[in-house]
């Protein structure tokens, strides 16, 4: 049982990575269709990823106390909503309301891409489970 918990960690994680990787893309395109200062790759890689790590702590952390775990992902959303939109403001320079409309935009963008990656993903860990059991 150890090793199926050990995998989904794994997994994860690599979707985390995977996931932040072009979330930071289409931040990066979002910031220059902004025309904000300091829209370069790097500044839009590091947000997307100290946001996704983050998310992934928080979600890790409590989902280990019973009492929580059935919202942790909730609490993490929150913690993500302000820590990106407060992100995009100091790194890009932006008034509130400038930063807000950049943060929704590519928050819309980054659901439609990663929801098409997680699906991707899933029809990958599916595939491989039943497979791995000879079912497939």
Do not use: C, Q
């Amino acid at each position: 049982m150890a090793f199926f918990e050990a995998f989904g960690f794994v997994a994860r994680v690599l979707f985390t990575l995977i996931a932040s990787f072009f979330s930071g893309i289409l931040l990066w395109l979002t910031s220059k269709l902004f025309k904000t200062k300091h829209s370069g790759f790097g500044t839009a890689l590091l947000i997307a990823f100290i946001i996704g790590i983050v998310h992934l702590a928080i979600s890790t952390v409590l989902g280990f106390i019973p009492i929580i775990n059935w919202f942790a992902g909730f609490i993490a959303a929150i913690v993500g909503i302000i820590l990106g939109i407060l992100l995009v403001k100091t790194k890009y320079e932006l008034d509130g309301g400038k930063a807000f409309l950049l943060w929704l935009v590519w928050m819309i963008l980054t659901s439609i891409i990663v929801g098409v990656l997680f699906a991707i993903f899933a029809v990958f860990l599916i595939g491989g489970t039943l497979f791995a059991r000879g079912l497939f």
